[in-house]
């Protein structure tokens, strides 16, 4: 079984910046990919950023220039730093990770979410 455990979300004001936070735990062999997606009231689940297990990053036009995605792959965590945040951002805030398990298994997990509410 493995788990991705988010945390960091919260109220902002707008302009104002965040750290999310996803740690990994389980029955872990490897985990590529990693990432975060954000689904606001009424509209899809759409992408934030990514970044490989070797450090290669890719951010949505949305939020390139002004977030920071990194990873430490000691800890199996994953980090989203944003920054100018817009009231259009209000959204839960989902981890992702593509997960290579001890059974050489592959699996593309989801953590439960975290409410980022960015006030005007």
């Known amino acids: 079984q493995v788990q991705l455990v988010e945390s960091g979300g919260g109220l902002v004001q707008a302009g104002g910046s965040l750290r999310l936070s996803c740690a990994a735990s389980?029955?872990?062999?490897?985990?590529?990919?990693m990432g975060w997606y954000r689904q606001a009231p009424g509209k899809q689940r759409e992408l934030v950023a990514t970044?490989?297990?070797?450090?290669?990053?890719n951010y949505s036009d949305s939020v390139k220039g002004r977030s920071t995605i990194s990873r430490d792959n000691a800890k199996n965590t994953v980090y989203l730093h944003m920054n100018s945040l817009k009231p259009e951002e209000t959204a839960v805030y989902y981890c992702?990770?593509?997960?290579?398990?001890?059974?050489?298994?592959?699996?593309?997990?989801w953590g439960q979410g975290t409410q980022v509410t960015v006030s005007s």
């Open positions: 992702n990770a593509e997960v290579i398990h001890t059974t050489f298994r592959k699996y593309n997990w």
């Open positions: 389980g029955n872990i062999f490897r985990i590529n990919n």
């Open positions: 970044i490989t297990g070797g450090g290669d990053t």
